[in-house]
């Protein structure tokens, strides 16, 4: 099956500071995701990117597919942005998904 | 629009006791339906998914099954519990679109 890498594994940074989360994968895909799991658990869709680049507010997303990887920025970083960031990809004709290990970030005040 | 309902939001059973967690889809017909584990350390594992009523694939062998009797019902359940059933269970859907909406979660421990 696709492997899902994702780097760093954990991240701190101070209120402002700005980052970049990187998703490598092993296969072509048609289906890549980005999702933030808050403190409490609760998944959030951010992005669905297979291939190009999306903005919403302060974060934005890159995926390049021919090179199987994908980056999500988060500008201006906030406490509420905290929490652990899951990149998952799927191919194929199906609607599976396979999640990486996340990136948890921790924004300090 | 669309919501997903998932209870218990956290739930406590000993070891050997039967289970059964229950997700429900509103406002969309024909969705796709995910069952997923988070153990402690962060990832998130496929256990089962689902493509119409009575459709189920199983994507790891272990000690649970799921079942879906109606459109927009997925059921996961065990027999007997085991320790190592303990973790976050996640429901989840999608539609055409591909993008996959999760429940707010069931914190299961087994004791």
């Known amino acids: 099956g696709i492997q899902v890498e994702q780097s760093p594994p954990d991240l701190i940074l101070q209120e402002g500071a700005n980052s970049t989360l990187r998703c490598n994968f092993s296969d072509s895909v048609n289906n890549l995701q980005w999702f933030h799991q808050n403190p409490w658990g609760q998944l959030i869709n951010l992005f669905y990117i297979p291939s190009g680049t999306k903005q919403n507010g302060r974060l934005s997303a890159t995926t390049v597919a021919t090179e199987r990887y994908s980056l999500l920025y988060i500008s201006s970083s906030q406490t509420t942005d905290s929490g652990v960031y899951f990149c998952a990809v799927g191919g194929g004709s199906n609607y599976k998904l396979t999640f990486g290990k996340g990136t948890l970030l921790t924004v300090n005040p | 629009s669309q919501t997903i309902h998932q209870w218990p939001a956290t739930l406590v059973q000993p070891v050997g006791s039967p289970l059964s967690l229950e997700c429900t889809v509103e406002?969309?017909?024909?969705?796709?339906l995910y069952w997923y584990r988070q153990a402690a350390g962060r990832g998130l594992q496929l256990l089962f998914y689902s493509v119409g009523i009575g459709q189920i694939s199983s994507e790891v062998p272990q000690n649970l099954s799921a079942s879906r009797p109606q459109d927009r019902q997925f059921i996961l359940s065990s027999k007997k519990l085991l320790l190592s059933d303990s973790g976050f269970y996640l429901c989840?859907?999608?539609?055409?679109?591909?993008?996959?909406?999760f429940g707010a979660g069931t914190r299961l421990s087994v004791l």
């Open positions: 989840a859907w999608s539609g055409q679109g591909r993008i996959q909406y």
């Open positions: 406002g969309t017909s024909n969705p796709n």
